[in-house]
């Protein structure tokens, strides 16, 4: 059974910085892709990066571009997410997931439970 449990979510203030983590297990953690997601109040979960396998490709929204990096330590079944300059609207609960690029294109298909992460301005 995969677990996916994130941390590291708090509150700063706008222009400071997180650091998320993400440990997984019950997989092979190297042959999944990772994403991170996140979940505004009274929005819909989005898409905020993924990073392949090897770590090698990597792709972000265009709302965190040159602000957040993803990464991941395969040798630490972990994967994270930096964020740096942050925003009041980033602001949100973050979601790790574990997924596989198929014919219709990425699909994830197990998660984490979220960790806060609030803004203030």
């Known amino acids: 059974q995969v677990q996916l449990v994130e941390s590291g979510g708090g509150l700063v203030t706008a222009g400071g910085f997180l650091r998320l983590s993400c440990a997984a297990s019950?997989?092979?953690?190297?042959?999944?892709?990772m994403g991170w997601f996140r979940q505004a109040p009274g929005k819909e979960r989005e898409f905020v990066a993924r990073?392949?396998?090897?770590?090698?490709?990597?792709y972000y929204t265009d709302s965190v571009k040159g602000r957040f990096t993803i990464s991941r330590d395969n040798a630490k079944n972990t994967v994270y997410l930096q964020m740096n300059y942050l925003k009041p609207e980033d602001t949100a609960v973050y979601y790790c997931?574990?997924?596989?690029?198929?014919?219709?294109?990425?699909?994830?298909?197990?998660w984490g439970q979220g960790t806060q992460v609030t803004v203030s301005s």
């Open positions: 997931a574990s997924g596989s690029y198929r014919t219709a294109g990425y699909e994830f298909d197990a």
């Open positions: 990073i392949s396998g090897s770590g090698a490709n990597t």
């Open positions: 019950g997989r092979t953690f190297s042959r999944y892709v």
